[in-house]
């Protein structure tokens, strides 16, 4: 499986514009670059998700390299309610065994500062 | 509507007990998934249902673990003999269809402790 690499920790200042980057080196054509976090004592919740187009929704935008070895998340006004776990995970789209589950790293530790 | 639930919120056992965990996804939600996080990592994936049949149970670590999931819809997590290292947050995971497209709604988990 293609893997990602993401920074452990950042920090941003509250209403401030974040932008976490992860890369990806080894994605393949079909892979969808897809995008989780987990607020403390919770669950992992979906963010957003893309394959090659910049994309953007009522939480974030992603923005996705040219050559889709790297994507960035961007919330645009960071709040205190954001401090969380962002998981960037890659997703193949084939149907064989292993490809319907999400696999996470460590994910980036994004801390908000008031 | 009503999220993926999951009961208990918390267990503690003693080492060797046998645990259930179960898990209620979204109505009408066909995939159901159950992951595993350790403190400071992310979850990992046990095993994945689609309909009342294990589609992918690559990710159960031995055969102590074993999960059911009669009529389709709830779905229960079974431990026996359980040890200390599967002290963790059990985590239950549901979707629309299979579709690699579909967000997978997580439940809050429920946090086994083997003593």
């Known amino acids: 499986d293609a893997k990602t690499t993401q920074p452990n920790s950042m920090e941003s200042n509250e209403e401030e514009p974040v932008h976490l980057p992860c890369n990806h080196s080894?994605?393949?054509?079909?892979?969808?670059i897809h995008w989780y976090r987990q607020l403390p004592s919770q669950g992992p919740e979906y963010v957003i998700h893309g394959l090659t187009s910049n994309v953007n929704n009522r939480m974030a935008s992603l923005a996705i390299a040219e050559d889709r070895k790297s994507s960035t998340l961007i919330l645009h006004r960071a709040t205190l309610r954001d401090a969380a776990v962002y998981y960037c995970?890659?997703?193949?789209?084939?149907?064989?065994?292993?490809?319907?589950?999400?696999?996470f790293g460590k994910g980036t530790k994004l801390s908000v500062i008031p | 509507g009503a999220g993926v639930s999951q009961t208990p919120s918390n267990k503690v056992t003693e080492k060797g007990k046998y645990v259930e965990l179960r898990c209620d996804p979204i109505s009408g939600h066909t995939a159901l998934y159950w992951y595993r996080q350790s403190l400071g990592q992310g979850p990992e994936f046990l095993i994945y249902f689609q309909g009342t049949g294990a589609a992918d149970d690559s990710g159960l670590p031995n055969d102590r673990f074993f999960a059911v999931r009669p009529e389709g819809s709830v779905s229960t997590l079974k431990i026996q003999r359980t040890e200390r290292g599967d002290s963790a947050v059990y985590l239950c995971?549901?979707?629309?269809?299979?579709?690699?497209?579909?967000?997978?709604?997580f439940g809050p988990g429920t946090r086994l402790t083997v003593l």
């Open positions: 995971a549901s979707s629309p269809n299979r579709d690699q497209y579909n967000e997978q709604f």
């Open positions: 080894t994605i393949s054509g079909t892979d969808y």
């Open positions: 995970i890659l997703r193949a789209v084939y149907s064989g065994a292993g490809s319907y589950q999400l696999t």
